[in-house]
């Protein structure tokens, strides 16, 4: 066959291409309405907020209006070392919890792999504290936490015959609310990595282990690799949960002591509902989903990056 011709689809081509096309909007049909909803829900919100940052905001017994156009609630959020210090804690808490539950789950999903019996069970008693509503996880932290009946005062108290306040202090109070969290989410990681744990092929590493590959190898250099779309997905469901954190803080601390764990939500929060500053409270809440949106675009360059130059090696 020459260059210049040009070949003609098959009677089955066009037939197969036509049902793709079909079934191409039978799915967009059924899609459609979920569509909707989360436009509604998320996409409008974001949007409203924006326009309200961006707005000079009046309060009154009636509510508030949106008149005119400002910069000046940005301006205040670029000047508030407030704003700073929340930008720092929730970049910093969600790194090291993020990390943290990534190491955990990895670790554990490997555990549940090597299960033969029991591993069902294993699985809805790891879901109990990821299904536990956030409140009340954080409720029975504060309650184990509390400085006067605590489970967990009353132990350091035994061990070292002083009680340890572990929401009294900054430092522990951070590390505790980041325990807290990683108790709960951890197993959210755990299922995603040992479903991509299951759908790894096989006969990858037992070639791997006919070359002479000891366990650690084989997982590193053959393993890892082709779980990495999974862990990608942890990661970045991760990331947002994280960066938004509300219930946990507010639950457990309140934000202190101080502002040691005031989040970007909760401050957000509390400019707008407790100052009822309408035009701060939404520039935090539109500055916290521009950090949320970067962070994972940063992620995901990366990822695609790190992908990249490995197959360009092979």
């Known amino acids: 066959m020459s260059s210049g011709t040009v070949r003609r689809a098959t009677p089955q081509e066009t037939g197969r291409s036509a049902l793709d096309r079909k079934f191409a909007r039978l799915g967009w049909g059924f899609a459609t309405p979920a569509l909707v909803v989360v436009l509604a829900v998320t996409l409008f919100p974001i949007a409203f907020s924006v326009a309200m940052s961006l707005s000079h905001v009046t309060v009154s017994a009636n509510g508030f ?11 205040l959020l670029l000047g508030s070392d407030r704003w700073r210090h929340a930008v720092v804690f929730t970049v910093l808490y969600t790194i090291g919890t993020v990390v943290a539950e990534l190491v955990l789950g990895t670790l554990i999903a490997l555990v549940l792999e090597q299960l033969s019996g029991g591993r069902g069970w294993m699985m809805a008693l790891l879901l109990l504290p990821w299904a536990m509503i956030t409140v009340v996880s954080a409720q029975l932290w504060a309650y184990m936490y509390n400085g006067v009946y605590g489970v967990l005062t009353a132990i350091s108290e035994s061990l070292t015959g002083t009680p340890f306040q572990f929401l009294g202090t900054p430092t522990p109070a951070v590390l505790s609310m980041a325990a807290a969290d990683i108790w709960k989410t951890t197993p959210f990681v755990a299922i995603i990595v040992l479903a991509g744990l299951m759908m790894l092929p096989s006969d990858v590493v037992e070639a791997a282990r006919v070359d002479g590959a000891n366990a650690w190898t084989a997982f590193w250099k053959v393993r890892l690799p082709l779980l990495r779309p999974a862990l990608v997905i942890a990661v970045l469901f991760r990331i947002l949960q994280a960066f938004g954190i509300f219930d946990l803080p507010f639950v457990l601390t309140g934000g202190g002591p101080g502002d040691a764990t005031e989040s970007l939500a909760l401050l957000g929060w509390h400019v707008m509902f407790t100052n009822l500053d309408f035009g701060p409270g939404a520039a935090v809440a539109a500055s916290t989903a521009a950090l949320v949106l970067v ?16 197959e360009s090696q092979t």
């Open 65 to 75: 209006q949106l008149s005119g156009m400002t910069t000046d609630h940005y301006s």
């Open 295 to 310: 962070g994972c675009l940063i992620f995901l360059r990366a990822f695609r990056a790190r992908v990249g130059d490995e």
